[in-house]
């Protein structure tokens, strides 16, 4: 395999993973065939309905339950996972988004701002938290990377994307401003992937997006990357190949973040306008 033995000895962290159509399960899977070996982490609610402990058995894991909002939880996860793990951590993903104003139907003009606060601090504050416990606890080695998933909505307007857009810019924000002083004092890299839109339980349930799958993959030369490219992706950033690589958002898309219309699109575009007799 093209990822075999890529983080043979490496360590890390994986927060997000809720079943086997998610992001960041994808990515646990890879990591463990690529030869790492990990700590999983997610909010209660999600380990009650996600299936992690299947997941935790395949890939030899510990689960730790955290509120990712929780300075106390995120300390818990880094010193439990240092315990268990023999040390510090080379690698951390950050696949945490959540939407209320999204799930109750509110649109952007006519956001809940509790809910919509709520949005900015499981999406993107949480990934500060992560970074700082692991700054504060020095808990990740030297040219270790940190990882966030991230989505072309920080940059575009997308229609139904709604106020997890700000969030995505903010986590991108942070991944910048967290990478600069990472990178200058640890050697620790900061990146984000903006992923193709991805059939996950949290990407379904914004409104529209079966459409809007069909629409990126219409747009993008490539197609959209799917949630086993994102691994395969996620793994080389893991690994000791992409050391000189900081504080991007790497688009991660088949394209289409550099596309303004592609001849899948504008054809489709034409066919709403012809006339049945």
């Given at each position: ?7 043979e000895g490496k360590k890390g962290i994986i927060f997000g993973a809720l079943n086997d159509k998610s992001i960041a399960w994808k990515i646990a899977e890879r990591a463990y065939e690529a030869g790492a070996v990990f700590t999983l982490s997610n909010a209660p609610v999600a380990l009650r309905f996600g299936e992690i402990n299947a997941l935790s058995e395949k890939c030899n894991s510990k689960v730790i339950q955290a509120d990712a909002t929780s300075l106390g939880d995120i300390e818990n996860v880094f010193s439990e996972s ?196």
């Amino acid at each position: 395999m093209i990822y075999d033995q890529l983080l043979e000895g490496k360590k890390g962290i994986i927060f997000g993973a809720l079943n086997d159509k998610s992001i960041a399960w994808k990515i646990a899977e890879r990591a463990y065939e690529a030869g790492a070996v990990f700590t999983l982490s997610n909010a209660p609610v999600a380990l009650r309905f996600g299936e992690i402990n299947a997941l935790s058995e395949k890939c030899n894991s510990k689960v730790i339950q955290a509120d990712a909002t929780s300075l106390g939880d995120i300390e818990n996860v880094f010193s439990e996972s240092m315990e268990f793990l023999g040390g510090k951590v080379d690698f951390v993903l950050h696949s945490i988004g959540m939407s209320l104003n999204v799930r109750k139907g509110n649109v952007y003009n006519d956001l809940n701002y509790n809910y919509f606060l709520k949005t900015l601090e499981v999406s993107a504050l949480s990934f500060h938290k992560i970074l700082q416990t692991a700054y504060k606890l020095d808990a990740i080695n030297d040219w270790g990377s940190v990882l966030a998933l991230s989505y072309v909505a920080a940059q575009r307007s997308l229609y139904g994307y709604n106020d997890m857009a700000d969030a995505k810019a903010l986590l991108e924000s942070i991944a910048r401003s967290f990478g600069y002083i990472y990178g200058r004092e640890k050697k620790v890299r900061v990146n984000t992937i903006s992923q193709s839109p991805t059939m996950t339980t949290a990407g379904s349930g914004v409104k529209g997006f079966e459409s809007l799958v069909d629409f990126t993959e219409r747009m993008s030369p490539l197609g959209n990357a799917t949630a086993e490219d994102c691994a395969d992706y996620s793994i080389s950033l893991f690994s000791d190949l992409t050391r000189k690589v900081t504080m991007q958002n790497l688009f991660h898309d088949g394209g289409f973040s550099s596309m303004g219309m592609s001849l899948r699109a504008m054809t489709q575009y034409d066919k709403s306008f012809q006339v049945k007799d």
